[in-house]
């Protein structure tokens, strides 16, 4: 059963930096896709980044700012987010699916991790 628990959320001042961990565990990192979504109190969920073996993907709205990695030998996914605003605020979640970011990133992940809050007051 795949499983994911993300972590590394917490306040941070604007312009500062996070580095969000994604723990997962039950499946091989490699041939997933691993996408990085946020959910702000009141708005959508919004899909801003992913990675799989055709590369990496980004929402305008944090291309520059956020690097997604991923360690494969440690089942791990990474989000480090730089210059952070308080437009960033919300609860942070990966999900794992077992196809490429071309696909998943857009049609949907098949698991889902608890999420994780980011605050950057204004």
């Known amino acids: 059963q795949l499983h994911l628990v993300e972590s590394g959320g917490g306040l941070v001042q604007p312009g500062g930096s996070l580095r969000l961990s994604c723990t997962t565990s039950g499946f091989t990192l490699a041939g997933y896709a691993i996408g990085w979504f946020r959910q702000a109190p009141g708005q959508e969920r919004e899909r801003i980044s992913c990675?799989?073996?055709?590369?990496?993907k980004y929402s305008d709205s944090v291309k520059g700012r956020f690097t997604i990695s991923r360690d494969n030998a440690k089942n791990m996914v990474y989000l480090q987010m730089n210059n952070l605003k308080p437009e960033d605020t919300a609860v942070y979640y990966c999900a794992a699916d077992r196809a490429d970011c071309d696909i998943s990133f857009y049609l949907g992940m098949a698991s889902w991790g608890q999420g994780t809050q980011v605050t950057v007051p204004s």
């Open positions: 990675i799989s073996g055709s590369g990496t």
